[in-house]
């Protein structure tokens, strides 16, 4: 994968241009601000007043409706969710998007999947930063970029990756390196990444840990804070130096008992569950499975939502921050 550093990359392909930010949740704010302060031009596209069209107007950028950020707009960002840029893009942005535009992502499940078909008059391109927009935003004011992917779909103008790599430029993240993949690779190791590890195995792997040790009688408070409190520290260190850098900063009883045990919990019927996960991925029938959610208005994930909630590791977790909360105060 080639990677991509301030000096391989001219913000200025968006001098004169106007960047129109779809949307304004975690990633639109943070990206719009971002843009802002490296001197790009931000328009900001929302439903009209809407639960952010206030929160972005006290931010100080100019907002417009959908449909008119889309018409002025050299650079249409799609900073919204899976399940809302269909109805946006059908409604708001097909009709008036100007040929030579560039239409862009922040992750491919929209093209990968075809819930979304551009023109062919059009550039498509994707500038996807590897971290949630707040992080976004905290390491850019603090001088560097978190890094990001940036990806080609369909080069109309002939400056369709100059003008995804300025993007990146404009968000920091070529201070920090940038990777050069498909859509395709982005959408199905993303959605890999959130279900097996990132957020459904580490879930699991925490809930199902609590609940062994708390079954056995021990305090739910001791159980979460050594499944779930103690699993930021680890990540962090991973983090900084890979698993070498942790294995050397926890007890030397940690690192053996870890790497003696962790092959009972991670078994080869785990493994075969991950490739179950990438299988249906790739034959699209998740993709299928969460487009039916959209049209059943996310009712079930509502419901799966409302009972995370009540799980006695969320309720002993929310007694035991409340407590940190207090001694931050004092």
């Known amino acids: 994968m080639k990677i991509y550093h301030d000096a391989d990359v001219d913000i200025d392909v968006l001098k004169g ?18 843009f802002r302060d490296s001197g790009l031009n931000v328009v900001i596209g929302l439903r009209k007043d809407g639960r952010s069209w206030n929160k972005a107007k006290e931010d100080g950028f100019k907002v417009v409706d959908f449909a008119e950020a889309a018409k002025t707009a050299d650079v249409i960002m799609m900073l919204l969710p899976d399940e809302v840029q269909p109805k946006v893009y059908k409604q708001f942005v097909e009709p008036n998007i100007r040929e030579g535009c560039a239409l862009e992502f922040a992750h491919g ?8 078909v551009p023109p062919k008059n059009v550039d498509v391109i994707m500038m996807a930063p590897k971290a949630p927009g707040d992080k976004e935003r905290d390491v850019f004011v603090e001088g560097f970029g978190v890094p990001a992917l940036v990806c080609v779909h369909q080069d109309h103008t002939g400056n369709a990756k100059n003008i995804a790599l300025a993007l990146a430029k404009g968000l920091g993240s070529t201070r920090a390196g940038v990777f050069e993949t498909t859509f395709d690779y ?8 959130e279900q097996a590890v990132l957020c459904g195995g580490t879930t699991g792997l925490i809930k199902s840990g609590f609940k062994t040790l708390v079954d056995a009688g021990y305090p739910p408070e001791m159980a979460y804070f050594e499944v779930c409190h103690e699993a930021k520290l680890i990540v962090d260190l991973i983090n900084e130096g ?12 940690a690192e053996y008992g870890g790497l003696t045990k962790r092959d009972l919990v991670i078994t080869k019927e785990s493994e075969k569950g991950m490739k179950k996960i990438l299988d249906d991925i790739e034959s699209g029938k998740f993709k299928d499975d969460w487009t039916a959610e959209w049209a059943n208005d996310l009712k079930n994930l509502k419901a799966m939502e409302e009972k995370e909630k009540n799980l006695q590791i969320e309720i002993t977790g929310r007694e035991i921050r409340k407590l940190f909360e207090k001694k931050k105060k004092n």
């Open 17 to 34: 241009k106007t960047v129109a930010v779809m949307g304004y949740g975690s990633q639109g704010r943070a990206q719009a601000l971002c």
């Open 109 to 116: 499940f929209a093209i990968t999947y075809k819930t979304i």
């Open 186 to 193: 982005e959408t199905l190791t993303d959605l890999f990444g």
């Open 242 to 253: 890979g698993f070498e850098r942790m294995w050397h900063v926890v007890s030397n009883t």
